[in-house]
């Protein structure tokens, strides 16, 4: 199913501080997107679209190595991989606790991703491979309430201590999950700065966002117990089934 910008008008219905992103990724050069004009990490390229932004980026756009790895674009170099890096900056006790992180970080597989387009969702051009929302909790818990409202499935978290970037932008493409974090945690987003601590990152992929947009409109977004009568409303339901006189 291919979305387009007006899919997406219940997300209006949040009032998000910050505007959600959709990513896409590119074989071939995009058209119609501009080139970013400035270097920088993929994380603050994130940061950059969330701001307004429609852009595109390639390897060579990258100021972190990681960004670049994950992605497919480049393989990673020596003393990431051996730990030294990740053991230098205190991240990790020593070198065989930071290598063990490359064992296990998702990355996309080389020459699949040449290009990744950023865009903010109300300026949406493309159909997105990926949609990150930047939410508090309150409109986490409904957006997660909307993931296992009519399957049951369990609300489970990836991420890890660095290279963050990959729980948000790499693993949900790869695995068709949705993915869910903290921000305040993860060392490379957190020494830079660059999202208030106290909210939640939600990356949906590209196979789960109909359904996803369906429940929402469908769901309640504030069920009855949740509201002024709802211990009272919870008690008659106890009584109805049996569960209580």
Not at 104 to 131: T, W
Not at 136 to 151: C, F, G
Request: aromatic share 12%; hydrophobic share 40%.
């Amino acid at each position: 199913m291919t979305l387009k910008k007006e899919d997406f008008a219940i997300m209006n219905d949040f009032h998000f501080d910050f505007q959600p992103v959709a990513v896409k990724y590119f074989v071939r050069l995009p058209e119609h997107i501009k080139h970013i004009d400035q270097k920088m990490t993929l994380c603050e390229m994130l940061v950059r679209s969330q701001k307004g932004d429609v852009f595109y980026s390639e390897a060579n756009d990258h100021t972190c190595g990681a960004g670049r790895y994950v992605l497919g674009q480049s393989d990673i170099e020596g003393p990431f991989i051996s730990g030294e890096f990740g053991a230098g900056l205190g991240v990790f006790r020593d070198n065989r606790a930071a290598s063990r992180l490359y064992h296990y970080i998702p990355h996309i597989e080389r020459h699949v991703v040449n290009y990744a387009a950023f865009s903010p969702l109300d300026k949406l051009p493309f159909d997105p491979d990926i949609l990150l929302i930047l939410a508090n909790i309150s409109q986490a818990e409904v957006i997660l309430r909307a993931m296992s409202y009519k399957n049951g499935q369990m609300w489970s978290s990836r991420y890890s201590a660095a290279i963050g970037c990959a729980w948000l932008l790499v693993y949900p493409y790869l695995s068709g999950e949705i993915n869910f974090i903290s921000t305040g945690l993860g060392f490379g987003m957190r020494r830079r700065k660059l999202f208030p601590e106290g909210h939640e990152f939600i990356s949906i992929p590209y196979d789960r966002l109909p359904s996803i947009l369906e429940t929402l409109g469908e769901m309640p977004w504030v069920p009855e117990p949740y509201k002024a009568n709802g211990m009272e409303f919870a008690r008659q339901l106890l009584i109805q089934l049996g569960l209580e006189k």
